[in-house]
C-alpha cells in the first residue's frame, strides 16, 4: 500500500518547492509560505508502523540518553525528574509534580513510565503507543491503562482528559493537523495539551522525521487547533551534542 502524497503544504496548504531528494527518494518539499518542510511522499502507514516496532529502537533512543537497561528503575530516576522539572517549567499550572490530581493522556508514551510515575503522584493516566512490544511490557510492568495503536485506533474516551502529553511524536504523522486534531479531541473543555518537537538540526538528523517544523509552521499548527497558547523553542547542551526542540502549550476552549 502506497502513502499519502502531499499536494499542498500539509500544516497550511500553501504551495511548496521540492528541494531536495533524500537517499531514500524521498522528496523534500519547502513550504513558500510557512516555511514547513516536509516529506511529500512519505512511507504506507503500515511502513512507518513496522519502523515503530520492537525493542531496538527504543533501546536506541534511551541509549542515547545514558540508559541502557529496562528494568534498573534507579536507571530512570534522572530520567524522570527531568521529566517533571520540565513539565513544572512549561506547564505549572497543570501542577502535574505536586498539584492536585488530574486526569493525565500521554500520546507515544513507549512503555509508560511517565504515566506510571504520574499515577504515583495520584493522577489518573491513561496512554497509547504504536509499539506492540513496549505498551505489553508496559501493562505488565506497570499494571495501568497503556494502550496499543494511535489515537484513532486505540479509542480512549473524548473530552476526558485535564491534560494531554506528546513527546516527539508528531514530526512522524504523515497528516500532521489531522494527527493533532486527534490529541485535542480527548481534552476536557479548558484542558491543555503540552507537545515537544525537534527543529533544526535535531529534526535533520532523524531517518524517518516526515516534518520539519519552522516557528511560522508551528505558529500555524497552534492558531489552528489552540484556544490561546505558548509557543518556546529552546537548544539545550547534551553530551556530544545540543538538542534543538520546541515545546507547545496550549488550551481547549473551556
Ligand atoms: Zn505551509
Known amino acids: 500500500m502506497t502513502g499519502v502524497t502531499h499536494n499542498a503544504c500539509p500544516i497550511c496548504g500553501g504551495a511548496f518547492d521540492i528541494v531536495a531528494v533524500s537517499s531514500h527518494m524521498r522528496r523534500i518539499a519547502r513550504c513558500r509560505d510557512c516555511r514547513h518542510a516536509f516529506v511529500q511522499n512519505p512511507p504506507s ?3 512507518l508502523f513496522a519502523w515503530f516496532q520492537g525493542e531496538s529502537y527504543f533501546a536506541d533512543n534511551y541509549n542515547r540518553q545514558g540508559i541502557f537497561s529496562l528494568e534498573d528503575d534507579a536507571q530512570w530516576e534522572g530520567w524522570l525528574a527531568g521529566r517533571f522539572d520540565e513539565l513544572e517549567w512549561y506547564i505549572p499550572e497543570a501542577g502535574l509534580a505536586s498539584g ?3 486526569r493525565v493522556f500521554e500520546v507515544g508514551c ?3 513510565r ?3 510515575a504520574l499515577a504515583r503522584r495520584g493522577h489518573a ?4 503507543d504504536i509499539n506492540e512490544t513496549m505498551t505489553r511490557r508496559g501493562r505488565r510492568a506497570f499494571g495501568r491503562d497503556i494502550r496499543t495503536g494511535t489515537v484513532g485506533r486505540c479509542a480512549p474516551p473524548l473530552g476526558a482528559f485535564d491534560v494531554v502529553l506528546v513527546y516527539f511524536v508528531l514530526q512522524y ?3 500532521p493537523q489531522t494527527a493533532f486534531a486527534s490529541w485535542m479531541r480527548l481534552l476536557a473543555p479548558g484542558g491543555r495539551i503540552f507537545c515537544i518537537f525537534p527543529v533544526g538540526e ?11 517544523f519552522s516557528r511560522a509552521s508551528l505558529t500555524r499548527l497552534a492558531r489552528t487547533h489552540l484556544y490561546d497558547y505558548r509557543l518556546t523553542v529552546v537548544a539545550e547542551d ?12 496550549g488550551s481547549n476552549p473551556a
Do not use: N, Q, T, Y
Open 100 to 102: 492536585p490530581p488530574r
Open 125 to 128: 493516566v491513561a496512554a497509547c
Open 114 to 116: 511517565l504515566v506510571d
Open 238 to 249: 547534551r553530551p556530544g551534542r545540543k538538542e534543538h526542540k520546541a515545546v507547545l502549550v
Open 202 to 212: 535535531s529534526s535533520r538528523v532523524d531517518p524517518v522525521g516526515l516534518h520539519f
Open 173 to 175: 504523522e504523515p497528516c
Open 45 to 47: 502507514r503500515e511502513a
Open 110 to 112: 513507549l512503555e509508560g
